[in-house]
Structure formats: C-alpha cells, structure tokens
C-alpha cells in the first residue's frame, strides 16, 4: 500500500451519530507523514468529536480510520496510543495531584518493561529503566519549557505551563502523529507565538502534527493544509490562503450575507 | 589519584542524611522505628505484664490492613467498602489449613501447613478472589463500585456462617497451629551459659513473639507498597485515580490496571489475615463485619489517602481510639471522678446511672464527635500525601533549567 506510507492517518467516510443527532457526517481526509494538519470550525462542528473517534475514546458509527497503514477503527484507547498516536485535551486533563514530573512518567507508562514483579522488588532493571525514564522526562519538560517546576503538582501550574506540561506529557509517548485539541486556547498573542514555535520543534522531532485551533492567525501560520467541519460536514480542504477566500467557510463563521 | 578520590562521593554524601532527616516520610518512620523498638521494653518494665504489648500485637493487623486498603484506595482511587472479605478469605485460609478443623469436615483429614508457607498462600488466596471480584466490576465507576464491593463484603462472612460443614460457622475455628521457628542456637546471652541448639521455637501465645513478627511483617508491606508506589505501576494508579480518561489516552490500560490495584490491595488483607488467625487463634465469621471494613476505611481517610507514613499513623491512632481510649472512658472517669472528690457523680441515682455507666452510653457520641473533630480540623488527613522532593539526582539539573529559563525570558 503506498499510501498508507505517505499518509499516516486516513480516515474514509467517517460517521458518529448519537441518537438522532450526527456530530461527524461522512468525513474523509488524511493527513501526510510530517505535515501540520489543522481542523478548523465554529464551536459544535464536531472537531473534538473526530478527535475522540481517532484516539479510540468514541467508536465510529460507520466509516474507517487507518493510522499507519493499519486499521484502527474501534481500538481501545490505550491500544491506539501505543501505536502511536497522542493527543491533548480541550479542557485541560492533566494528572492534578502528581507533579509534573510523575505527569511525564505516565506519558512514558506505554514504552515501559517493567512488570509488578520488577516494581514489586526493586530488581536492578527496573531501577535503572526508572532513572532512564527519569531522564527523559526530565528532558521533555525542558524540551516545553517548564523543567523547573518538575516537582511541582500539575494543579499548581499557570494555565499556560499546564498546555505545554499536556503537550510534554503527550510526547513521551513517543507518538508519530499528535492531536492538539485547541492548543492556543487563551493565550495571549505573546504566548501564541512561542506555541508556534514549539510546534515546529516537534515538527523537527519528525512527528506530524494534527491540530484543532480557533485562532486564524495561529492556524495560517502553522498549518500546510486544513480541513473546515461545519455541523459534522467537511466544507473545505485545502492550503490556508484558499480556504481562508473560500464562500462556505465564510459563510459558516459569519453567517450568510444577504 | 588524588583527583579521583575527590570526585568519588564520601559516605556522608551518598548518605545525604540531611536531606533524609528533612524528608517527612524519613523522619515519620524513624521515629516508628524507634518506637517499635522501645515500646516492648518500656511497657513490659513499666506494667510488669505484657498486656499493652498484646495491644500492639493487635494494633499491627490493623496497620496492615490500612496499608493494604490504602493501595485501593488511596493510590488508585477505587473505592472499596468491602474490604474485609479478603480479610476474612485470607484468615479462613490460614485456619482452615492450619488446624483441626478440617478433621471434622467431609475431608475427615486435619491438614496443619507451616505459617510461614500458608502467610503467602492466604495472600495469593486473597489476591485471587480480589481478581475475581474486580473482573466483572471493575467497569463501574465510583459508587456503584462502591456498593458492590460493600455486597461482596457482606457475602463473604455470610458463606463462612452458612458452610459451616467446613468452616463450623457459628462455632469458629479454634485451636489453629501457632507459627514455628526453625531449630536455633542458644546461648550465654539467654543466661544459660553454654551453647546449644534448641528444638523449634513455638510463638505459643507469647504477644512480644507476635510483636515482633508483626513489626517484621509491617516492614515488608511497607516496602513492597512503597516500591510499588515507586515505579510505573504506581504512577498508573494514580493517573486513574486523577483522570482515568486521560489515562487510557496515555497508553495505560485501565482494567488492569485497575484489577492489579484490586488484586495487589487484597494480598496484603490476606497476609494480615493470615497473621490474625494466628495471633488470635480462634477465627469467627462475626470479626468480619462491615465495621470492620469502614474501620480500617477510616484508618485510611484520617491518616491521609495515598500517603504510606500517614496511613500507619492513621491507623495507630484509630486503634488507640477504637480499642483503648473510648472502652477505658467508663472505667476511667469513674476513677478521676473519686480522686478529685466527685465520688458522689459514680453512685446510681434517679435517672442519673452513675458517671461510668453513663459514659458508657456515650462511648458512640465521643467516638463519632472524636471523628467529626478530626475531619473538620484535618480534612486532608494526619499526613497527607505531598509532592516527593526525592529526586535529589536533579536537584542541580532543576538549579540549571530554572537559571536557563530566566535568562531565556530576560
């Protein structure tokens, strides 16, 4: 299959209804190995909803998601997180009562060895994949900014901190594709830029990008393509300058002209 | 050389006893040990008998028991109102295999296995009904978690009442076998004089015998828990505890996970099960109950959910309470009440029925009031978990990223 090594996630007539109302409508799109993907739309177009079908947390009503070149259409959770594919959340969902450091550790859970025997002993692996994970985790939250506040609880963060200790949290999964669910929700223009700047640095890690954002400005001037959902429909694809002219979209965030 | 023996960390570093002594969770459990150790010789020289010492043999289940609940509850966040099932599971397993009763049930054979075998056979016991009772439940969340375990707690010692072919019910199960020390040598320091080697040492009843056993057996739980708390099992309960949504988004398999936390909880209820039963020798499904569950829940909730040294402390301070301070009251204000010339408050009169028996009426009101107290000044509990300042590896590597960020934003 070549695509599926040039597109990592596909998704192909994707459907998600709850009772009678349809949140996704029959969305295809894929995203390309190393791209910004941006999802964009007015609040209940069904962005977060997609999200949540790709990681595994809703299963689809009808349609396909292949990550990969592998089907994972109803895969549990932590099944598509192992393949590697991590996200954040809209409203903030952060570990509150473990300091950031512990937030990193769970991150890196899913490409641990060690068994509760291990654990359970202190056995010398164990240990030292401990200190190693440590490490890492250590590096990640300098990666993002915030290694000083590593012993801190996750709670105690500034908002801002507590996007970018999601976004750290998110990486150590190792993932090859990660969702951002609003990112720059917030945040002011200063701090717009520098999460602009650090999605290119994860972009330079070799990991593609997929986000949901409002804010234009942030959407133009990361993203390679973007896709518009408007009541669960795709309404446009394309390359930010086309669909920032295109009529559908304008209609859909300001309402039709006269 | 001489650059190499610089570099290489003196003892007192690698120590860093300082920064150990500051730790709060190193203190509190220096200051255990200390206690543990003195108390048998304080009290055994002070009172002349060991009574207070049989307390403490007793105080020791407990504080297994809270440490054990605390890993369910505490660290990931299920709760657990059944807790005394596995109790009673694992100290049924010890009786039943280590006594006569089995001679008088349709096996017609006594089977007597060795304590320090079956310790670890009640607690798989108790680990595998632990599993058994998660799998089905583990998918309900909160309180609906919470009131089946709270029916499995009640099942459990009902079964034991009813197949009383085995387990004699109501009659309990009396005689059970003391544990055995293997053959040891003897010698000037029992004031014997001369070396020999004695016979297996049996615990017979002896409460310092049990006291130490159940101080040795504490320091396992404790060590074992706080590895466990340690390492990326431990991490994964408390993210399930947190946000068991962002959890699973993180690769961590919640069923498991969660069975393991029901499972591992348990064994630790067996192994003080075993302990009991031994320690008391006569096991009755009526020290079962659901009280007995809510007890050590509150151990845990007072001492401070999810933390180790609050959980041990939690649960001493509940023993003295619940077993010691509030039975004491009626006997206690009836004798400070004669000593400070009140004697006239302890005779019966009218409605009044003097001070000791009145007391005793109240024993409830001062418990709960006790309790309610508590809460209200500390409701996070005696010590509540906090931030692990531990990883003293990076003290510097902190020191250095804080320095970078400032001159970054400068």
């Known amino acids: 299959m070549p695509e599926s090594t040039e597109n990592i996630l596909e998704l192909t007539n994707l459907t998600k209804r709850f009772g009678g109302l349809v949140a996704v409508d029959n969305v295809s799109l894929h995203i390309k190995r190393g791209e910004v993907f941006a999802l964009i739309g007015p609040n209940g177009a069904g962005k977060t909803t997609l999200f949540n079908n790709v990681t595994g947390l809703f299963t689809p009503t009808a349609g396909r998601v292949v990550f990969d070149g592998r089907d994972i259409t109803g895969s549990k959770p932590h099944q598509v997180a192992r393949l590697g594919i991590a996200r954040t959340f809209q409203n903030i969902r952060l570990f509150d009562y473990m300091s950031c450091l512990d937030n990193v550790r769970v991150g890196r859970h899913v490409r641990m060895k060690a068994k509760v025997w291990d654990s359970l002993f202190k056995l010398p692996w164990e240990r030292r994949e401990e200190e190693r994970v440590t490490d890492e985790a250590m590096e990640l939250l300098r990666f993002v900014g915030i290694a000083k506040h590593a012993n801190q609880y996750a709670r105690n963060l500034a908002y801002g901190q507590q996007r970018r200790l999601e976004i750290a949290r998110a990486l150590a999964t190792d993932p090859k594709l990660l969702l951002l669910d609003e990112p720059a929700a917030g945040f002011t223009p200063q701090e717009k830029v520098e999460l602009m700047q650090l999605v290119k640095k994860i972009l330079s890690r070799g990991i593609t990008v997929f986000l949901i954002e409002h804010d234009m400005k942030v959407v133009m001037g990361i993203s390679e393509r973007i896709v518009v959902l408007d009541h669960g429909e795709k309404i446009a694809e394309g390359p930010p300058d086309e669909v920032r002219k295109d009529v559908k979209v304008i209609e859909a965030y300001l309402g039709k002209s006269a | ?410």
């Not at chain 2, 040990?33 to 060991?50: E, H, N």
């Not at chain 2, 919640?254 to 209820?269: D, E, N, R, W, Y």
């Open chain 2, 1 to 410: 050389m001489s650059n190499a023996a610089k570099a290489r960390p003196t003892l007192r570093d690698r120590l860093n006893i300082r920064e150990r002594i500051r730790d709060r969770d190193t203190a509190v459990y220096g200051i255990l040990i200390i206690v543990a150790v003195l108390f048998p010789l304080v009290t055994v020289y002070a009172t002349g008998g060991t009574a207070l010492v049989s307390h403490a043999t007793r105080a020791g289940y407990w504080v297994l028991l809270a440490i054990g609940l605390n890993v369910v509850v505490g660290f990931a966040g299920l709760l657990d109102l059944g807790y005394a099932a596995f109790f009673a599971i694992g100290a049924y397993t010890y009786a039943l295999l280590a006594s006569p009763q089995l001679a008088s049930s349709p096996a017609h054979h006594a089977v007597h296995i060795n304590f320090w075998i079956l310790i670890f056979g009640s607690m798989l016991m108790a680990a595998l009904f632990g599993a058994i009772l998660g799998f089905p439940t583990l998918r309900l969340r909160g309180d609906y978690l919470a009131i089946v375990t709270l029916g499995f707690g009640e099942i459990v010692p009902q079964l034991f009442y009813n197949f009383d072919q085995w387990t004699g019910g109501i009659n309990a199960v009396g005689l059970i076998d003391q544990p055995l020390l293997p053959a040891w040598i003897q010698g000037p320091w029992s004031g014997d004089g001369d070396f020999k080697i004695v016979s297996p040492f049996s615990f017979n009843t002896d409460p310092v015998a049990f006291y130490v056993l159940v101080c040795f057996l504490i320091a396992i739980a404790v060590i074992l828990v706080t590895n466990l708390y340690r390492s990326r099992l431990g991490r994964a309960w408390m993210a399930i505890r947190e946000d068991e949504v962002a959890a699973a988004a993180m690769g961590i398999n919640t069923v498991t996970t969660k069975l393991l936390a029901f499972g591992i909880g348990a064994s630790f209820s067996g192994f003080a099960g075993a302990y009991y039963a031994a320690d008391v020798a006569l096991v009755s499904p009526d020290n079962f109950l659901f009280i007995v569950s809510i007890t050590v829940l509150v151990m845990v909730v007072l001492g401070g959910m999810g933390n180790i040294t609050g959980v041990i402390v939690g649960a001493l301070v509940m023993y003295y309470l619940v077993f010691y301070l509030i039975p004491g009251l009626p006997e206690n204000a009836t004798s400070l009440a004669s000593s400070i010339g009140l004697g006239s408050l302890n005779q019966s009169s009218g409605d009044w029925p003097g001070l000791g028996e009145e007391t005793q009426r109240l024993n409830f009101i001062i418990y709960g009031g006790i309790l309610v107290g508590m809460m209200l000044l500390r409701p996070q509990g005696l010590l509540p978990s906090r931030v692990r300042e531990q990883e003293l590896k990076h003290a510097a590597v902190l020191e250095e990223a804080s320095a970078v960020e400032e001159g970054a934003r400068a």
